[in-house]
């Protein structure tokens, strides 16, 4: 399971029995404080079994940042019905007296961990809780969780709108399904003291290359104009921009760098341009990046 570190406070401290009697202040009171999660379910529930004894594990291993309440909806139906519980386990998290989230059914660990760095990403106070969050969100992100990213990433960005690194992987999600222009507004609407981090420079440039992608051309057709006439440099770079868009991006930095060798000049300088706007676009340690970079300059120097 996730450990999101820092302090640690007895287990008892943390996952408790509740009632509708003590709701209130078990769960709506507490939550001004600190999320909490409510897990409804029942002494019958085979799945409750499951879920119950993992999300204890998570919730000791988070270390303080979350909280837990148990009701057994046998005994206690007053809350569970007026969250409307249909099902169980059903697992609801409070944050400053509201329910901000919830899941029904048993859930892997893998989820688990998720829904509790969502939840520890919320209070906002915790450096080590908001690096475990982003950690999560990128994970899911990487893994084609793109909803489940954007979720996580917005709540960091809720709480701490000066994270550059949440707001830009907010920026990512939207690229990642397509939608150039929700992820340009995004961008536009950085709040001002973020506006040229880094970050936001890297996804500024992936909309950029974004865009321009939109104009190559189909990749097939692209590739086959370089192959029957190698000096075409229009075809080239569009190739190289088709390329990048489809995920090659070593493929299009090696043609980007193959066109400067033929004519650095061509266009005004075009292939060094978006060259360096690839480069912006990765990581600074992206091996692609580092390799393109030593290559250009091999080029520009020779």
């Given amino acids: 399971m996730l450990e999101l570190g820092a302090k640690s406070e007895p287990a008892g401290d943390l996952i408790k029995e509740g009632s509708d009697a003590t709701f209130m202040a078990d769960v709506v009171e507490m939550s001004k404080t600190v999320p909490v999660i409510v897990d409804f379910w029942a002494t019958w529930c085979g799945p409750c079994r499951t879920l119950g004894p993992a999300l204890e594990a998570a919730v000791t291993m988070a270390g303080g940042k979350v909280k837990m309440v148990k009701i057994d909806v046998d005994k206690n139906p007053g809350y569970a019905g007026q969250l409307r519980v249909q099902s169980i386990p059903t697992v609801y998290a409070f944050w400053q007296g509201q ?65 550059a690194t949440a707001y830009a992987g907010l920026v990512r999600c939207y690229l990642a399904t397509g939608d150039v222009d929700q992820a340009e507004a995004a961008l536009n609407g950085a709040p001002a003291e973020i506006a040229t981090a880094a970050e ?15 104009k190559a051309g189909p990749l097939g057709e692209l590739e086959a104009a370089v192959a029957a006439d190698p000096a075409n440099h229009q075809a080239r770079f569009d190739l190289a921009t088709a390329l990048h868009a489809a995920g090659r991006t070593e493929e299009a930095v090696t043609h980007l760098l193959d066109l400067f060798k033929r004519d650095r000049d061509w266009n005004e300088g075009a292939a060094k341009s978006q060259l360096f706007q690839i480069f912006d676009a990765l990581k600074p340690t992206d091996p692609i990046a580092l390799n393109g970079r030593r290559k250009l300059s091999s080029l520009i120097f020779a």
Avoid: Y
């Fill in 200 to 214: 936001l420079d890297a996804v500024r440039a992936q909309i950029a290359l974004a865009r321009a992608a939109e």
């Fill in 99 to 163: 329910p901000v989230d919830g899941f029904q059914g048993a859930i892997p660990g893998s989820q688990i961990d998720q829904f509790i760095a969502k939840l520890s990403a919320l209070a906002g106070d915790d450096t080590d809780g908001l690096t475990e969050a982003l950690e999560i969100a990128e994970t899911m992100l990487a893994e084609g969780d793109i909803a489940g990213a954007a979720e996580t990433f917005g709540a960091i960005v809720q709480e701490a709108p000066d994270n």
